[in-house]
């Protein structure tokens, strides 16, 4: 599997994240979201338990419009 670079987080300072790339797979779309662990109390306790294999970031919603970009591409190729 490989990951394209489709943004950073404008704000975001030289080398720091979030970041948001894309996938190759091809039995279905995925994305590598590179972000701020999260390790709010409240938050973690509202979401209830994390498998050991999984983990919580938190993606600023500006970084999304990567995805709404890439989205509205894939849709003006159909």
Do not use: C, H, S
């Given at each position: 599997m490989r990951a394209k670079?489709?943004?950073k987080d404008p704000e975001s300072l030289q080398g720091d994240s979030p970041?948001?790339?894309?996938?190759d797979r091809t039995d279905r779309t995925t994305?590598?979201?590179q972000g701020?662990?999260?390790t709010d109390p409240q938050v973690l306790a509202?979401?209830?338990p994390v498998p050991d294999h999984e983990t919580l970031i938190e993606?600023?919603?500006d970084v999304l419009t990567f995805y709404?970009?890439?989205y509205q591409q894939k849709e003006g190729d159909n």
């Open positions: 670079f489709l943004g970041t948001l790339f894309a996938t994305y590598i979201a701020w662990k999260v509202d979401v209830g993606i600023p919603e709404a970009r890439r």
